[in-house]
DNA sequence: ACAAAAGTGTTCTATGTACACCCATGT
DNA sequence: ACATGGGTGTACATAGAACACTTTTGT
């Protein structure tokens, strides 16, 4: 739980601030003809996770109500509106329908495009994951989409299974590349969770919660148990003394004695 | 529910042999139109980093022949030719157009597609960095490009700027978005360079290096200097007593006492 | 009184960093 | 002999993991 923060700084780009520089450059870019590339479909595809009542780590899988891998689950996702959003607006706006959620940790994770992996089109999907309450959660079936569930994530070297309590999936079921895409979302949030602040978005509340839960986050991502006591001096370390999480003045009652609250900045 | 549970074990699709199942998926694929969404462009764009004579990092910049942004400083890239390649061939084709060198270490790095980006239409870049000794680069130009030149970088708080014995260039001379797409690169760069292999990678000979001779492409890298008795500690306990990195019966002679030669696995 | 969960403290080991010093070569 | 770069050893601070123990609540 060391804070090895990467952060970039992005500027935005949007249409209005490029200027023409010469008449030479306004007549280039009136005759410039978008149509000689062959284009491939861009779509975003979203990784959600979320933690379910006994603190399981679990994925938002979408029943394909048609072709192609018609029957077979996938992530959900939708063709990016080119010229009129951003990725992350476009990955948003996916979710959003999906979910009915907004205001969600979105995070770019990789973009895939194999030749064949839609059997239909050259299709090039830049995958997001985003992590979210489960409370928020308000689960939609999408246009060409049956059925959305969440499944408890199981996984190991033996592959992935998810599991609810009426369907057991393995990966094998799942459609087009979302097995590779699932795996690597698993596998960077294993890897970030050490020293990004991640696990932050999965509490159901970022402005009251104890060191347990933020635990059992870490728990059910890292898939082993963690030390409780060890846990706590990390936290007070990395982020209670950095300030970017206070303790608050409250306690929260229950079996057992009373934990402090804390409010993530 | 449990009724559909029985058609999704029987799958064995996979990207590169997709069967259709059935008549009714045939039909589905040919009268399928690829034109009713809105395709962007899709290009990737390539990082090239490497080492100069006085082991400082360095870029490769193109000078723009044509518009959009003509005159101003890009990183090589072009269109991906879709559902003929893959992304990382795309990629590793653009590099061998541009430095005629083969099998080079490529990593994605992110996928900007901010609106707006290109003036010309929206166009969705897969950025990569690439990591290649210097011996190894023919620099060429491209199609519509100028000039391609390597560069020093200088990256601080200040922002960034790279030189050569002719030429300054500032952030502001960049094409596109090339700004962030080359400060993510940097700053990624700096933060796997402690936990990744990326360093070998710009090694002259992978296969008869020193230590010293590493140390100064982590120095490059981070910016900064480096103890070599420290660098020589981690070096040996993280990769030659894990075999990932053996020591050759063999010294490299020079001023000062002669140095050991390992070879990267 | 007891169980349950929160919270404190100790110990051991590994790692990162600073730095003093010795070693083998070319000139 | 001395400059130059390679290589060894010591010392301290911090981080991670294991674990014994205490505190405060509800029942």
Known sequence: ?????????????????????????????????????TRPSVTVDIVIFTLDEEDNLNILLINRGGYPYKGFWAIPGGF????????????????????????????????????????????????????????????????????AQLFKIKYDIEGMIFTNESLTITEDNLAFDHRDIIKMAITRLRNRI?????????LKNKNEFTISELKKIHEAIKNKNIDLPNFRKAFLRDYVESGK???????????????????YI
Chains 1, 2 share one sequence.
């Open 245 to 263: 999480v206070i303790e608050l003045d409250k306690n929260l009652e229950g079996k057992g004695k009373p934990a402090k609250l804390y409010k």
């Open 194 to 202: 050490d020293y990004e602040d991640d696990a932050f978005n999965l």
């Open 1 to 37: 739980m060391n804070n090895k923060k990467a952060s970039y700084t992005s500027s935005t780009y949007n249409n209005s601030s490029y200027i023409c520089s010469s008449e030479e450059e306004k007549e280039f870019l009136e005759k410039y003809d978008a149509s000689k590339y």
């Open 80 to 147: 990016v509106e080119a010229g009129k959003e951003s990725l992350e607006q476009a990955a948003a706006r996916e979710l959003k329908e999906e979910t009915n959620i907004s205001n969600v940790y979105l995070k770019q994770l990789y973009t895939f495009g194999n030749p064949g992996r839609d059997p239909r089109t050259p299709v090039i999907s830049v995958a997001y994951t985003a992590l979210v309450p489960k409370e928020m959660l308000d689960i939609k079936a999408g246009d060409d989409a049956d059925d």
